[in-house]
């Protein structure tokens, strides 16, 4: 059984502009210490999908419309909020992007990392103190008996950062939400908490849900990937068949417009003409049909859902053989479709 | 006249630390500590480092908007900076990272762009608006865009505007600090492209400040490598990312994601951060993190500042690279 089955999971903001359906039916699963990501640019939902999660959206102005996110058997979206602390910081771990605005600048890090210990653990302040200097011993963190007594102004980004996984991981959570966890980081200190967060989820069986708009880190860390565009899942795959052939037209476009070090110098980057559409304004039919080389007629009136890239009757029938790909489009499903006849 | 249009020599920038302590002196900060280089007429250098490294400090010193502490910046020959007469600074333009920032959110595109004109006393007003279309069109942004307001546009079309506001002036100089760092991923590569044609449109030497090492190699023909500072390496592009050989240059690269689930980048290139520019290690400043300081007899490293010295094409400043 999945540690976390979300099942279509809709969130909607109210605005100024009308309704922004930030998150529109999204399902995914997530085994008890596998790593998977939710890829996506700023708009896609990748974050609300998570905050909606544990409740952390303020609500107004969200509203979570439908969806069910069962945690070890437990309806996290059905939970009271006195059951959903018993869950939030203690068997669901966070580390956000920004480490410098995510901890108290006038509280020291053992009273930071101590604090989830005490209200979940009742344990003394002796032992909580002793498991707050073990936890930043563990994330790396140099001389962590004197660390402990330490404020937040006197590390560096880097070292903040593995503060704020240590005291993510301070009650052992099963499952750690990472949003971003090194977009504030350089590249020499982003590998460095990478290779921790790697080494943590081998040493304890941690879950991971990255959350990233950086195709290069899901390809280094995760397994499984799920790329959003506009608030839906457009496809997923496992990471090693989501980089060698993408199903789906936004993630091909993705893919090619990233330079890496080994791009040919020769052609122009390709480009995803125009830009994401305007949240407020709903959309008919496929929300990336607008910048899409690929679009059919079809994709203006129906959205297309997101299916095994088989063809659409067969779909079902040999979903077993193609393990979980799936993909939202339907020019991807008539190529498939035309493949196998 | 010489073919250089650009003379960075020895520059310094130290600002004093804000507030400082109540009791004793006010410390220093380092930000920039001696660096030099050239320019010429259409050629493009990238300024790669991470956070601290001063190179948005050197971009903004030879945007001529930051005096430096010591060395000189030379346009033509001529000194330039802050104080320079206008007719002079207007060859130098400068596109920022954030165009949610940079641009006024009360006035429309037309007027944002004509402005700079105008400072410069250049044309007539008729001929202005002229320019400011053609401007706007090299960009990639049809004439009804005048009329537009910077809430209307996306970030990408407002990056656009702020580059076409910089070529209005027709520069030969444009300093670009992290122009793609604030934009999603499938736009990068629009400003990206748009910024690769105009510079051999209109022959424009590029100073481009990154620290996406993979955007500065689709961009630049020469880069320089800073590290708390100073440049520990210059080099072409080819030689840079093919053989680099500081030792920092190295460890850059290195972890670097690949993109690649199959070859995942090899792990942890380099360990700690970068020191405080307030407190600079002796000698060379990388050798506290250098996986190969150990290699140089007589702790050589973390006494004596390494030249930088010509190797091949490129300039490396490296106690274990020396002819």
């Known amino acids: 059984m999945s540690l976390l089955e979300v099942r279509n999971l809709r969130v909607r903001f109210e605005t100024a502009r009308g309704w922004v359906q930030a998150v529109d039916s999204v399902s995914f699963d997530l085994d008890a210490g596998e790593s998977l990501a939710l890829v996506g640019e700023s708009g896609s939902g990748k974050s609300v999908t998570a905050m909606a999660l544990v409740s952390l959206l303020p609500r107004p102005p969200a509203v979570i419309e439908t969806g069910e996110a069962r945690f070890d058997g437990r309806n996290l979206l059905a939970l009271g909020e006195r059951e959903l ?112 967060l790697r080494e943590l989820q081998r040493r304890h069986g941690l879950a991971i849900l990255l959350i990233t708009h950086d195709l290069g880190l899901v390809a280094d860390f995760a397994r499984r990937v799920h790329v959003m565009y506009a608030g839906s899942i457009v496809e997923s ?79 079902a029938a040999l979903l077993s053989a193609q393990g979980s790909r799936r993909s939202a489009c339907f020019e991807s499903a008539r190529v498939a479709a035309e493949a196998r006849t | 006249m010489s073919s250089i249009l650009l003379d960075v020599a020895g520059v310094r920038v130290h600002f004093p630390e804000r507030g400082g302590s109540w009791f004793g002196p006010r410390r220093t900060i380092r930000a920039v500590d001696g660096v030099s280089f050239q320019l010429e007429r259409g050629e493009s250098l990238g300024l790669v480092g991470e956070s601290g490294s001063g190179k948005s400090t050197t971009a903004r010193v030879v945007a001529g908007l930051q005096t430096p502490t010591a060395g000189a910046v030379r346009l033509h020959g001529q000194l330039f900076g802050p104080r320079a007469p206008r007719s002079v600074r207007r060859h130098v333009q400068m ?38 279309l053609a401007a706007l069109d090299a960009c990639g942004l049809e004439a009804l865009y005048v009329h537009r307001y910077p809430h209307e546009l996306s970030g990408g079309q407002r990056q656009r505007v702020a580059i076409a506001r910089a070529l209005v002036a027709e ?20 400003i990206v492209n748009l910024l690769c044609e105009l510079r051999e449109r209109f022959e424009l030497a590029l100073l481009f400040v990154s620290h996406d090492l993979a955007v500065v190699r689709r961009v630049c023909e020469q880069v320089a490598v800073m590290y708390l500072g100073h440049v520990v390496e210059l080099a072409p592009r080819s030689q840079l990312f093919d053989a680099p050989r500081h030792p920092y240059t190295r460890a ?28 600079p290690p002796s000698g060379c400043v990388f050798h506290p993190r250098c996986p190969r300081a150990g290699d140089v007899a007589g702790e050589r490293c973390a006494r004596e500042f390494p ?10 400043a490296c106690h274990l690279d020396q002819p």
Do not use: N
């Open chain 2, 95 to 132: 596109v920022f990272q954030d165009p949610y920032a940079s641009l006024d959110p009360r006035r429309p595109i037309g007027w944002t762009v004509e402005e700079l004109l105008a400072v410069h006393g250049l044309l007539k007003p008729r001929q202005r608006r002229l320019r400011v």
């Open chain 2, 171 to 190: 520069p030969e100089l444009l300093v670009c600090d992290e122009p793609t760092s604030a934009l999603d991923v499938s736009v990068r590569a629009q």
């Open chain 2, 252 to 279: 850059l690269l290195a972890a670097i994601p690949r993109g690649d689930p199959e070859h995942p980048a090899p792990h942890v290139a380099l360990l700690g951060e970068p020191p405080s520019p307030m407190h």
């Open chain 1, 85 to 196: 602390r018993r869950v939030r910081g203690r068997e669901i771990g966070f580390v956000f992007q920004d480490p410098s605005t995510s901890l108290h600048p006038l509280m020291t890090l053992g009273e930071q990392l101590t604090e989830a210990l005490r209200v979940h653990e009742k344990v003394s302040q002796r032992v909580a103190r002793a498991r707050a200097i073990e936890a930043l011993a563990e994330v790396g963190i140099a001389e962590p008996d004197a660390r402990v007594d330490s404020y937040p102004h006197e590390l560096s980004g880097g070292m903040r950062q593995r503060a704020l996984i240590a005291m993510a991981l301070m009650c052992r959570p099963k499952l750690l939400i990472a949003d971003e966890p090194t977009t504030a980081l350089d590249v020499t200190v982003q590998a460095q908490i990478l290779e921790l």
């Open chain 2, 307 to 316: 030249k930088s010295v010509e190797r091949g094409d490129a300039l490396v």
């Open chain 1, 237 to 315: 795959a496992s990471a090693s068949e989501l980089f060698a052939r993408p199903a789906h037209p936004y993630t091909l476009g993705l893919l090619r417009s990233v330079p890496t070090l080994a791009t040919s110098l020769e052609h122009p980057l390709s480009t995803i003409p125009g830009s994401a559409p305007d949240p407020t304004k709903s959309v008919h039919g496929c929300p990336f049909r607008p910048r899409c080389g690929f679009a059919l007629a079809s994709c203006e009136s129906s959205r297309p859902p997101l299916l095994p890239p088989l063809g659409l009757q067969r779909a």
